[in-house]
């Protein structure tokens, strides 16, 4: 089998790849910021950390990725950008670190090219599998702070979107005709993520006043979804009935350690979980779907 991939294999499976992006800031610090306190910066993954904002902001970043592959005889450069979203934070009470944020940002990407060699019926094939679409996650949140070094947040999350998953069959003999089935899932469900930030560590010693603390919870979601399949043969062009089902998104966990000794230097690590090895996709517990983590560390 041949294999030519837009994006990671994990993209064939569930909801696709994850995307982590809290921000563009973020990005060039290892994807860290959980314990971050700032004000110039709004952290979607971090509602504790939007308390510090002083002023409207409006955010918006596009994300370019590519890898280059080989197998030792040929090579290959794969590139795709998409937008990465936007936020807008609105301070309400600046005194008690009330800011509301609302926005959207990707949740997942679905976006593979795989061909291999397979026989049905006696035919041999060669079959396309294609996949496009993905999770997007619209957020409306706030946060408040009680005191000037501690800091809460939380924000609804709304996950929707569209995943199309095809195999477009090319018989190998040319006296057999091909044809394409493509199964389309619709999704929608709702999150709550809650988070919080202390940076009053030099209250217990001045050496570990440049450090801050952060963690973030986000609950887990029961996805509505809707599954229907397109036959397209030349003998034959039907389309089955919806069905109706469910997807979990597991619990996910996170927290970020901070130090920054001035103004001009400022380092970070953060440590993000999500237990998928326990979501369930219509019911079904898919074995290739294993929990996910990423560790970041970052400097500035």
Same mark, same amino acid.
């Given at each position: 089998?041949?294999?030519?991939?837009?994006?990671?294999?994990?993209?064939?499976?569930?909801?696709?790849?994850?995307?982590?992006?809290?921000?563009?800031?973020?990005?060039?610090?290892?994807?860290?910021?959980?314990? +971050?306190?700032?004000?110039?910066?709004?952290?979607?993954?971090?509602?504790?950390?939007?308390?510090?904002?002083?002023?409207?902001?409006?955010?918006?970043?596009?994300?370019?990725?590519?890898?280059?592959?080989?197998?030792?005889?040929?090579?290959?450069?794969?590139?795709?950008?998409?937008?990465?979203?936007?936020?807008?934070?609105?301070? +309400?009470?600046?005194?008690?670190?009330?800011?509301?944020?609302?926005?959207?940002?990707?949740?997942?990407?679905?976006?593979?090219?795989?061909?291999?060699?397979?026989?049905?019926? /006696?035919?041999?094939?060669?079959?396309?599998?294609?996949?496009?679409?993905?999770?997007?996650?619209?957020?409306?949140?706030? #946060?408040?702070?009680?005191?000037?070094?501690?800091?809460?947040?939380?924000?609804?999350?709304?996950?929707? /979107?569209? +995943?199309?998953?095809?195999?477009?069959? #090319?018989?190998?003999?040319?006296?057999?005709?091909? /044809?394409?089935?493509?199964?389309?899932?619709?999704? $929608?469900?709702?999150?709550? *993520?809650?988070?919080?930030?202390?940076?009053?560590?030099?209250?217990? *010693?001045? *050496?570990?006043?440049?450090?801050?603390?952060?963690?973030?919870?986000?609950?887990?979601?029961?996805?509505?979804?809707?599954?229907?399949?397109?036959?397209?043969?030349?003998?034959?062009?039907?389309?089955?009935?919806?069905?109706?089902?469910?997807?979990?998104?597991?619990?996910?966990?996170?927290?970020?350690?901070?130090?920054?000794?001035?103004?001009?230097?400022?380092?970070?690590? &953060?440590?993000?979980?999500?237990?998928?090895?326990?979501?369930?996709?219509?019911?079904?517990?898919?074995?290739?779907?294993? &929990?996910? $983590?990423?560790?970041?560390?970052?400097?500035?």
């Amino acid at each position: 089998a041949i294999g030519l991939q837009k994006s990671a294999t994990d993209s064939l499976y569930g909801i696709g790849d994850l995307r982590y992006l809290p921000n563009a800031r973020s990005a060039g610090m290892g994807y860290t910021g959980l314990g +971050i306190p700032s004000a110039n910066f709004i952290n979607s993954m971090q509602p504790a950390a939007w308390s510090r904002i002083n002023r409207v902001r409006l955010e918006a970043g596009l994300l370019y990725e590519g890898f280059k592959s080989t197998d030792g005889n040929r090579s290959l450069y794969l590139a795709n950008s998409d937008f990465s979203g936007a936020l807008l934070a609105l301070p +309400i009470a600046t005194e008690s670190g009330i800011v509301g944020v609302v926005g959207f940002t990707p949740y997942s990407n679905v976006n593979y090219n795989l061909f291999v060699q397979d026989k049905r019926e /006696g035919i041999e094939y060669q079959v396309n599998h294609t996949g496009t679409g993905g999770v997007s996650r619209g957020l409306v949140g706030l #946060s408040f702070a009680p005191a000037q070094d501690l800091a809460f947040g939380a924000s609804f999350n709304y996950l929707f /979107g569209s +995943i199309d998953n095809s195999r477009i069959f #090319s018989p190998l003999n040319t006296t057999y005709s091909g /044809g394409v089935t493509t199964e389309t899932m619709t999704l $929608y469900g709702i999150t709550v *993520s809650v988070g919080g930030q202390f940076n009053g560590f030099g209250r217990i *010693s001045e *050496s570990l006043r440049p450090f801050s603390l952060g963690f973030v919870v986000t609950t887990r979601g029961n996805l509505k979804t809707t599954r229907q399949t397109r036959y397209e043969f030349l003998s034959e062009t039907d389309t089955l009935p919806e069905v109706r089902n469910s997807l979990t998104v597991p619990f996910a966990y996170g927290v970020g350690l901070a130090y920054q000794p001035s103004e001009r230097y400022l380092l970070a690590a &953060d440590y993000y979980a999500q237990q998928w090895g326990n979501a369930a996709i219509n019911g079904v517990d898919p074995a290739e779907i294993r &929990d996910h $983590y990423r560790i970041g560390v970052g400097g500035e």
